[in-house]
């Protein structure tokens, strides 16, 4: 069983759409995570939950919008894409979030979604 | 920034322990030492990780300096299999993430 989930694994789209990638996990985690590796391969952070709640949001522009409906799933809708969004995002999970008492925590990560903006 | 310093790209022979170094001297008293490594067109895997004691699990083992400002993460046995990039991360109750650096890419050759 997959324990972080994401769909879909490619997308292709054209400048100016909009479009959102799933995320999903079964570990019983309370925090959920979004990061963005870009071509040059640096893994930055862009968002994170913990039970619902939004805890980070590393000022990623404001088309990036993430939704938490339950504690398993975490979505990221983006609007009007850009040809810079083309990346792989990948979401993660853990037990905590690092702060609250989680800094020995093991983060799970997605197998990623690759994402082209043409 | 991250926290921590590690070469940009080691080699290894296949079936031999490699060694991965990782510096980190601004460690506070309670920051972990984690390592992540992702393979190619993955997501980054946990592999390990210590406060003060070296650790071992079925994956690596884990070298804390007594100052703790240093670690090692040693792979016994290298196969094909573990090339990848290894990111060594301070993990902080004081701080509401973890930062990626850019790693080392290790390469094993057959």
């Known amino acids: 069983d997959t324990a972080v989930s994401q769909t879909p694994k490619y997308l292709v789209t054209q400048m100016g759409n909009d479009k959102s990638i799933k995320c999903e996990q079964n570990?019983?985690?309370?925090?959920m995570y979004w990061y963005k590796q870009d071509s040059k391969k640096f893994l930055k952070i862009m968002f994170s939950?913990?039970?619902?709640?939004?805890?980070i949001n590393e000022t990623v522009p404001n088309r990036f919008s993430p939704k938490s409906p339950d504690k398993a799933h975490l979505n990221l809708h983006i609007n009007s894409l850009e040809l810079g969004d083309s990346a792989v995002y990948f979401c993660?999970?853990?037990?905590?979030?690092?702060?609250?008492?989680?800094?020995?925590?093991?983060?799970?990560f997605g197998p990623g979604t690759r994402l082209t903006v043409l | 920034d991250a926290k921590t310093t590690q070469p940009n790209s080691m080699e290894s022979n296949e079936e031999e322990p490699v060694h991965l170094p990782c510096n980190h001297s601004?460690?506070?008293?309670?920051?972990?030492i984690h390592w992540y490594r992702q393979l190619p067109s993955q997501g980054p895997e946990y592999v390990i990780h210590?406060?003060?004691s070296n650790v071992n699990n079925r994956m690596a083992s884990l070298a804390i300096a007594e100052d703790r400002k240093s670690s090692t993460l040693i792979l016994h046995r290298a196969t094909l299999r573990d090339a990848a990039v290894y990111y060594c991360?301070?993990?902080?109750?004081?701080?509401?993430?973890?930062?990626f650096g850019k790693g080392t890419r290790l390469h094993i050759l057959p």
């Open positions: 601004t460690i506070s008293g309670t920051d972990y």
């Open positions: 570990l019983g985690h309370d925090t």
């Open positions: 939950y913990n039970n619902k709640e939004l805890i």
């Open positions: 993660a999970s853990s037990h905590q979030i690092v702060g609250l008492a989680g800094a020995r925590d093991t983060q799970y």
């Open positions: 210590g406060l003060t």
């Open positions: 991360i301070l993990s902080s109750n004081r701080d509401d993430k973890i930062i």
